[in-house]
């Protein structure tokens, strides 16, 4: 225990030290608002902004442990900028995307924010809520970019221009309580098992699975996990001993896989419910994807990719054309309803004749209906909320298109709603 806190408290430290250094080497930059100038339609404009282009930035994983994510959401959104352009562009201008794989490493990730910080409007994606986090005081400071994360933790609520699209994963987590009381036959004084990173995304979760644990009576068996565990036998041990009715998990696809297979292969057949990280359509072709499609639910911020929807239909016809080597999944969920959320904020902005990173925030704080088309709309009005605090319950299944087929659709619970996150 005391080697984990200690790795958790180096890589804060590490994160703290070049947040520092990066802003030192920044502080003599101009404030946004004294580059603004005028261009082409009257439009004021700043970093980013030319008369001619808008430059979004994308800080994105496409080597580290969530390439597989990083992949599809910047594919996803490649694909949005080629066609919003073929369509004439936003505000006369030619959006380019700008895009840094930082490999899901710290100084990387830092070294691409500040790389790219006076050159981009703001950015479309960003990987890593650590270190969103780890920028969060030079976002809100100095530089006031707006960024669309891809990471759901509470913790990156309250900025005016980090903004979280989608329910929290405490909020994510309290939906899937629910789903389990009211469909798996999880009852009031039952034993919830929950297997959670350690670190911000799986202690955000698991606050939100002991809030609605209090509510209806549950007891909560903890198993904190590093991301480098991959075999769950001991969790599941663990688990069955506890006498556990069901299991939530907020780690990655791997360690999802693979507690749902050592469950099933030692009698321990209760449902299993994940975040929206947990998991990916490429485990239906391992040794454990009979057991996911038996016994695995995840809760997502959209319906998935394979989502009877024009929008979702036309996505993934248009994303399998373009990339005709690469699977659907719900990455591209994910990518492009950031891409078109910026890009719909770009529009007001524009009809602002304002394209300066003040008036992208001011013009964020009057989307209040965005729809991407895949079952949410998202309210951007308040920087303390997330965008929409509903969930869909996935099941995976190997025939539907992008392996995942919806069996509860976008609700909030009672729980959810009376949370703070």
Not at 350 to 361: A, H, I, N, Q, Y
């Amino acid at each position: 225990m005391n080697h984990r806190r200690q790795a958790v408290r180096g890589l804060a430290a590490a994160l703290a030290t070049l947040v520092a250094l990066t802003a030192a080497g920044c502080s003599s930059k101009a404030k946004s608002g004294d580059a603004e100038e005028t261009g082409a339609g009257g439009v004021k404009t700043g970093e980013g902004v030319t008369d001619t282009t808008i430059t979004l930035g994308a800080l994105t994983d496409m080597t580290g442990v969530y390439a597989t994510l990083g992949k599809s959401v910047t594919q996803a959104q490649q694909l949005w900028v080629k066609q919003t352009n073929a369509a004439g562009g936003i505000c006369d201008r030619k959006l380019e995307l700008t895009v840094r794989d930082h490999g899901y490493d710290p100084q990387k990730a830092l070294a691409a924010y500040t790389e790219l910080e006076p050159k981009v409007v703001g950015y479309a994606q960003f990987i890593g809520s650590p270190f969103v986090a780890a920028v969060k005081q030079r976002v809100d400071g100095q530089d006031k970019g707006l960024v669309m994360p891809q990471a759901w933790s509470a913790s990156l609520l309250g900025s005016p221009y980090i903004r979280v699209l989608g329910a929290t994963y405490d909020v994510e987590t309290i939906n899937a309580v629910d789903f389990l009381l009211t469909e798996k036959g999880l009852g009031k004084g039952d034993k919830l098992g929950h297997v959670y990173f350690e670190g911000d995304y799986g202690e955000n979760a698991l606050k939100g699975s002991k809030y609605a644990a209090e509510q209806a009576g549950l007891t909560v068996v903890e198993q904190k996990i590093k991301p480098t565990d991959n075999d769950m036998s001991a969790q599941v041990a663990a688990l069955k001993q506890a006498g556990v009715k069901a299991v939530l998990v907020s780690a990655g696809p791997r360690q999802a896989a693979s507690l749902v297979g050592v469950a099933a292969a030692t009698g321990l057949r209760v449902p299993v419910v994940g975040n929206n990280s947990a998991f990916a359509p490429q485990l239906l072709g391992t040794q454990a994807g009979p057991a996911l499609e038996k016994m695995y639910w995840f809760a997502s911020p959209s319906l998935p990719i394979g989502a009877d929807t024009p929008v979702a239909e036309k996505l993934a016809a248009d994303y399998a054309a373009a990339y005709p080597e690469d699977g659907l999944d719900n990455g591209v969920v994910a990518g492009w309803t950031a891409a078109t959320a910026f890009g719909e904020i770009l529009k007001k902005a524009c009809e602002k004749g304002d394209l300066t990173r003040e008036g992208v925030s001011k013009a964020l704080l009057i989307l209040n209906a965005h729809d991407p088309g895949f079952g949410m709309t998202h309210d951007f009005t308040d920087p303390k909320s997330p965008s929409s605090r509903q969930s869909v319950i996935i099941q995976p299944d190997k025939k539907a298109a992008g392996g995942m087929r919806t069996v509860r659709e976008p609700f909030v619970s009672e729980a959810a709603k009376t949370y703070t996150p």
